[in-house]
């Protein structure tokens, strides 16, 4: 088992550089101008200087520098030809706070020049990751739960409630549900907040809205999961034994029938988790997922490969981290 | 096991991330800045936070018609005979954030920085109005093209710090921008330039804190060139010298600020604390100002946005015996809703913008496929011009205040100015025309195709302007809807027939409007080409008498019309949100320029706790 997860770990970075290269390939070729915003388009001096500044004269250019700056090799670079060093003094010179410097260092936002695009993902993605934690938790609850109430009683009316909502949880998109439950529950009733972000009160509706695509596809499987288990010898056998119908189901039968859940909760935890656009707008929620969309409309390179780079990470962890629970769950899995 | 790992998570995120205590006042501000670096600065939603923060020289004086100057970091100022040389007192109660004084040095330290060819300012042109500063940043750009040059990639560390104590030099000789003293700044103007002062007061003319910027600063070896950086402008490290100083700014969430001990006017604060407020889907911008979470939305976006504008309008309707005798009286239209009975319709208040809203023509001879362009022929321009109805497109499309309009400088945006007559709608006037022109009854004429980006219903405005050009013209007309950032390189390679465009404004003259149709400007998306037009403007420059130069402005103004180049559609409208029983400081003024450091919230108890209006013309006048 070790062996799998230092490999693993081992081909990461191999992974993140095809990853890079394609991503900044099929952005450099995307018409438009980075530095462009709005109907004022900078005048040639001012384009010529951003261009310098950054290196967008040159794919080569970029390309190296960036991956320069983001595998850590400037740092340490930096740190000892005496760079560094000659920054910090001089910052402490003039009386103020030197730049921080960060080892893998993705650069700056073209679209917000303030801003390192390490900051703007250290602030957003803890965000992400607790509304798709929160709402992987709910679907999981939901969507096993239902999963079994059809598994067991197939054909009734149960089942097709479930089924049902399944199917509007799947079909319906979440800026409507979305907007639906913010009316519901915040205008109208006037119980949940608003455009607010760090209480367990202003977690509920965005975690929910995103948990209804992934609880009515959990439900689907589990249900199929368990039809198909419910049917095999053993679980003949167990019943056979006079084992207890609920200890059937729920001890003999669910743990088999999860497999296929637990296969699809790896990529379903990281899309959760690296944040829903729509979920995120609707709800004000300041996550990850408006990144994705912002950075590649305005073509923010910097801001598009860093976002790329955390969310690949974000999956090869998670897709180890159901492997891992994969043997756990079925030890006669290599 | 996992289940229980993502539980705690969760809740240790919410642990730590706790929200801060409601500020005084929670202002939308149309999305989070894009940069407070002040020499980078150039849009409105950049520049009212950062003059809450900083303070120019002077101030505008937003609740005066006539956009007057105030004193700010200058108590006064004089200029000579000639109108080009400016000299500013900088006052002695002037302060930093961190209580060092503001220096007349700090303003030729920032200004430096803007006309850098390293570092330059978006408004560099206008910089460059200083007499020897357009000199200094052409030599700069000259000598960094031959250090690279020279250098071949190699980095010279020695040469790039010899080059830049040149430039040191070079500014002090070339640039006529002098710190006589710590408080006494004298420059000297190529030309008379009637609106300075107004550039003084504009936000990229502000100074920044020398010692923090230089450290973010550095020589890059290779280019010769300064690298600078930007996240200097970041709490705790940020030092300004504004009402406000900022605490906290969480990206895209939360800015933070909070009213400055060492600002010299601080009585005049409306509050103690300010926070401006992220929300980016529009419709539950008005959920959050519905719910109390907001006091003041800045641009009204929802969808349904023409609907509470049509409200608004039904309930002013219903007064309409007291505000027609507040508006005969000069009483401004926020003041006028304060007056009324509290009514939630009126928390609207649509407001004319700075800004037009206009269509392109491609003015050159050929199109871009190499086809005779017939927009080439003026007659042609003014045909279309005068076909499309403006009226329509503002009350029956857009429905939201707009003004329908056949200028191009928003009429009474500026003192002194009168817009010429306009384009007038006339299709009779239009079919002759474009029969002079060779096209009777549109015949023979190529497809037009107007060109515009998705989103903030230009397709519908598309179709009405389709609508007048087919029935009242003859021609046939296609639609082309793309990304905006493909929309914007198409118009700067003039790969268009028609398309539509917008401007706002930078500063209170006719010029900010003109410019961007003199031949050659990197604005001038039309191409167009006239050198009676470009002499029209040399000659405003170079005179001295501002009723006379604005004049000839309006010559100008009467030509680009009469040439139309583009088609003025109508005068945008801003649209804000607030109660205006409860908060005060949002200026009516078209200009639109919000210092934020007035807004008030009247009984909190903090700041000086007035209404605000905007002064009566005649008082303005005196």
């Given at each position: 088992m070790m062996r799998v997860i230092v490999r693993r770990l081992l081909q990461l970075p191999l992974i993140l550089l095809v990853i890079y290269t394609l991503t900044l390939t099929l952005a450099w070729a995307v018409p438009g101008n980075p530095l462009e915003r709005g109907e004022r388009r900078p005048a040639p001096e001012v384009e010529a200087a951003m261009k310098a500044r950054y290196k967008l004269d040159s794919f080569w250019g970029f390309y190296w520098s960036y991956m320069e700056n983001a595998s850590g090799v400037k740092w340490v670079r930096d740190g000892l030809s005496g760079k560094a060093a000659a920054e910090a003094s001089k910052a402490e010179g003039l009386g103020v706070a030197p730049p921080v410097r960060r080892v893998f260092d993705l650069g700056p936002s073209l679209q917000y020049e303030d801003w390192r695009v390490?900051?703007?993902?250290?602030?957003?993605?803890?965000?992400?990751?607790?509304?798709?934690?929160?709402?992987?938790?709910?679907?999981?609850?939901?969507?096993?739960?239902?999963?079994?109430?059809g598994a067991v009683r197939p054909n009734s009316v149960a089942d097709f409630g479930t089924l049902l909502v399944a199917l509007v949880g799947v079909s319906l998109p979440s800026f409507v549900t979305g907007t639906v439950l913010l009316l519901i529950f915040s205008v109208w009733l006037g119980w949940l907040p608003v455009a607010e972000w760090g209480t367990l009160r202003a977690l509920i509706l965005p975690s929910f809205t995103l948990s209804l695509p992934f609880a009515a596809y959990i439900a689907r499987l589990t249900r199929m999961g368990m039809i198909e288990v419910l049917r095999s010898d053993y679980i003949r056998t167990a019943r056979a034994k006079g084992v207890s119908e609920r200890s059937v189901v729920l001890k003999h039968a669910l743990k088999n029938a999860f497999l296929p859940v637990l296969s699809y909760l790896g990529p379903a935890t990281a899309m959760a988790m690296t944040g829903s656009f729509v979920v995120e707008r609707v709800f004000s929620v300041p996550g990850i997922g408006q990144h994705f969309v912002n950075a590649v409309l305005n073509k923010d390179l910097f801001m598009i490969i860093g976002v790329v780079l955390v969310f690949s990470t974000m999956l090869v962890m998670f897709n180890l981290a159901v492997d891992v629970l994969y043997r756990w769950v079925d030890p006669r899995i290599e | 096991m996992p289940l229980a790992v993502l539980l705690a998570i969760v809740l240790g995120v919410l642990a730590v991330d706790k929200p801060r205590k409601r500020a005084d006042v929670v202002v939308?501000?149309?999305?989070?800045?894009?940069?407070?670096?002040?020499?980078?600065?150039?849009?409105?939603?950049?520049?009212?936070?950062?003059?809450?923060?900083?303070?120019?020289?002077?101030?505008?004086?937003?609740?005066?018609?006539?956009?007057?100057?105030?004193?700010?970091?200058?108590?006064?100022?004089?200029?000579?005979?000639?109108?080009?040389?400016?000299?500013?007192?900088?006052?002695?109660?002037s302060a930093w954030s961190n209580g060092a004084p503001v220096t007349a040095g700090d303003f030729v330290f920032s200004w430096q920085r803007g006309l850098l060819p390293d570092t330059p300012s978006d408004y560099q042109g206008q910089l460059q109005l200083i007499k020897g500063a357009r000199a200094f940043t052409d030599w700069r750009t000259a000598k960094l093209e031959a250090f690279a040059k020279d250098g071949g990639g190699k980095a010279r560390p020695q040469e790039a710090a010899a080059l830049w104590e040149e430039t040191q030099r070079r500014f002090a000789e070339l640039v006529q921008m002098k710190a006589v003293d710590d408080r006494t700044l004298v420059?000297?103007?190529?030309?008379?330039v009637p609106y300075w002062l107004d550039l003084c007061a504009f936000e990229p003319f502000y100074p920044i804190y020398r010692p923090l910027v230089d450290a973010y600063q550095s020589l890059n070896p290779v280019t010769g060139r300064v690298d600078a950086r930007s996240d200097w402008t970041r709490p705790p490290l940020l030092i300004t010298n504004g009402p406000f100083k900022l605490v906290d700014w969480k990206f895209k969430r939360e800015m933070r600020?909070?009213?400055?001990?060492?600002?010299?006017?601080?009585?005049?604060?409306?509050?103690?604390?300010?926070?401006?407020?992220?929300?980016?889907?529009?419709?539950?911008?008005?959920?959050?100002?519905?719910?109390?979470?907001?006091?003041?939305?800045?641009?009204?976006?929802?969808?349904?946005?023409?609907?509470?504008?049509?409200?608004?309008?039904?309930?002013?309707?219903?007064?309409?015996?007291?505000v027609a005798a507040m508006v005969k009286d000069g009483v401004d239209p926020i003041t006028i809703t304060r007056r009324l009975p509290p009514d939630k319709r009126l928390h609207v208040h649509p407001l004319p913008a700075f800004g037009t809203y206009f269509y392109n023509f491609n003015c050159l001879p050929k199109l871009?496929?190499?086809?005779?362009?017939?927009?080439?022929?003026?007659?042609?321009?003014?045909?279309?011009?005068?076909?499309?109805?403006?009226?329509?497109?503002?009350?029956?499309?857009?429905?939201?205040?707009?003004?329908?309009?056949?200028?191009?400088?928003?009429?009474?945006?500026?003192?002194?100015?009168?817009?010429?007559?306009?384009?007038?709608?006339?299709?009779?006037?239009?079919?002759?025309?474009?029969?002079?022109?060779?096209?009777?009854?549109?015949?023979?004429?190529?497809?037009?195709?107007?060109?515009?980006?998705?989103?903030?219903?230009?397709?519908?405005?598309?179709?009405?302007?389709?609508?007048?050009?087919?029935?009242?013209?003859?021609?046939?007309?296609?639609?082309?809807?793309?990304?905006?950032?493909?929309?914007?390189?198409?118009l700067k390679k003039h790969d268009f027939i028609v398309s539509r465009g917008s401007w706002f404004g930078d500063y209170g003259d006719p010029l900010t409007f003109l410019e961007i149709s003199r031949s050659g400007d990197g604005n001038n998306?039309?191409?167009?080409?006239?050198?009676?037009?470009?002499?029209?403007?040399?000659?405003?420059?170079?005179?001295?008498?501002?009723?006379?130069?604005?004049?000839?402005?309006?010559?100008?103004?009467?030509?680009?019309?009469?040439?139309?180049p583009l088609v003025p559609v109508y005068q945008y409208v801003e649209i804000y949100m607030f109660d205006p029983q409860k908060l005060t400081g949002v200026s009516p003024h078209p200009r639109h320029k919000q210092q934020l450091f007035m807004l008030d919230v009247i009984g909190d108890g903090k700041g000086p706790e007035v209404f605000r209006e905007m002064k009566r013309t005649q008082e303005a006048r005196p």
């Open positions: 390490n900051e703007v993902l250290a602030g957003s993605l803890p965000v992400s990751v607790t509304i798709g934690g929160a709402a992987m938790l709910i679907a999981i609850v939901i969507g096993v739960g239902a999963g079994v109430v | 939308l501000n149309g999305g989070d800045a894009s940069t407070l670096d002040v020499t980078r600065v150039s849009w409105q939603q950049d520049n009212r936070i950062v003059s809450s923060l900083w303070e120019g020289l002077v101030r505008n004086d937003v609740f005066d018609p006539a956009f007057g100057k105030i004193p700010g970091m200058a108590e006064r100022w004089e200029v000579a005979a000639d109108g080009k040389t400016w000299t500013f007192h900088i006052r002695a109660d420059m000297e103007l190529e030309r008379p600020m909070e009213k400055s001990e060492h600002y010299w006017n601080r009585d005049k604060v409306g509050t103690d604390s300010l926070a401006i407020a992220v929300v980016d889907d529009r419709n539950a911008a008005v959920v959050a100002y519905q719910t109390g979470a907001v006091d003041f939305n800045t641009d009204l976006l929802a969808d349904y946005r023409a609907e509470m504008v049509q409200q608004y309008r039904a309930c002013l309707a219903e007064h309409a015996d007291a871009p496929d190499g086809r005779d362009n017939p927009f080439f022929d003026p007659r042609v321009r003014r045909a279309f011009s005068m076909a499309v109805d403006r009226s329509n497109i503002a009350d029956n499309v857009r429905r939201c205040g707009e003004v329908p309009s056949g200028v191009l400088v928003p009429r009474g945006s500026i003192d002194g100015y009168t817009s010429p007559a306009g384009v007038p709608h006339d299709p009779e006037g239009a079919r002759k025309l474009l029969a002079e022109a060779g096209y009777p009854g549109g015949k023979g004429f190529i497809t037009v195709e107007i060109l515009f980006n998705r989103d903030m219903g230009h397709d519908i405005i598309a179709e009405a302007v389709k609508k007048d050009w087919e029935g009242q013209l003859g021609v046939s007309v296609v639609l082309k809807q793309k990304e905006i950032k493909i929309v914007r390189e198409d998306d039309r191409a167009y080409n006239s050198p009676a037009f470009d002499a029209l403007l040399d000659a405003a420059g170079a005179e001295a008498d501002p009723a006379r130069r604005l004049d000839i402005l309006r010559r100008a103004e009467e030509l680009l019309l009469e040439d139309s």
